[in-house]
């Protein structure tokens, strides 16, 4: 059975930092392909960022270049993505997301709130 659990989400005031962890279970998380996304209400779910099998290439969205940090422990079948300098526009549910082969699968999604 497929997991992904995402944990770390919060509130937060405008320029904190979160840590964000997707821990997974029930698929090849060492061959697969690691996102992130985020909703924010009454819009569209948004790439954040994507992080390849190996780790040694990463991409992210214009709005967190600089902010937002994905990385992950293979060892562990973990991904993180550490968040700095948080925005009010940052506030969403961030999803997890695995591609394995032809395969996507979601986690439940962990709020994160920015507001002072």
């Known amino acids: 059975q497929v997991q992904l659990v995402e944990s770390g989400g919060g509130s937060v005031q405008p320029g904190g930092s979160l840590r964000l962890s997707c821990a997974t279970s029930g698929f090849t998380f060492s061959t697969s392909l690691m996102s992130w996304y985020r909703q924010a209400p009454g819009k569209g779910r948004e790439l954040v960022a994507v992080i390849t099998s190996g780790g040694d290439s990463r991409n992210y969205a214009d709005s967190v270049k600089g902010r937002f940090t994905i990385s992950r422990d293979n060892a562990k079948g973990t991904v993180y993505l550490q968040m700095n300098s948080l925005r009010p526009e940052d506030t969403a549910v961030y999803y997890c997301?695995?591609?394995?082969?032809?395969?996507?699968?979601w986690g439940q999604g962990t709020q994160v709130t920015v507001s002072s």
């Open positions: 997301n695995a591609r394995e082969n032809v395969y996507t699968y």
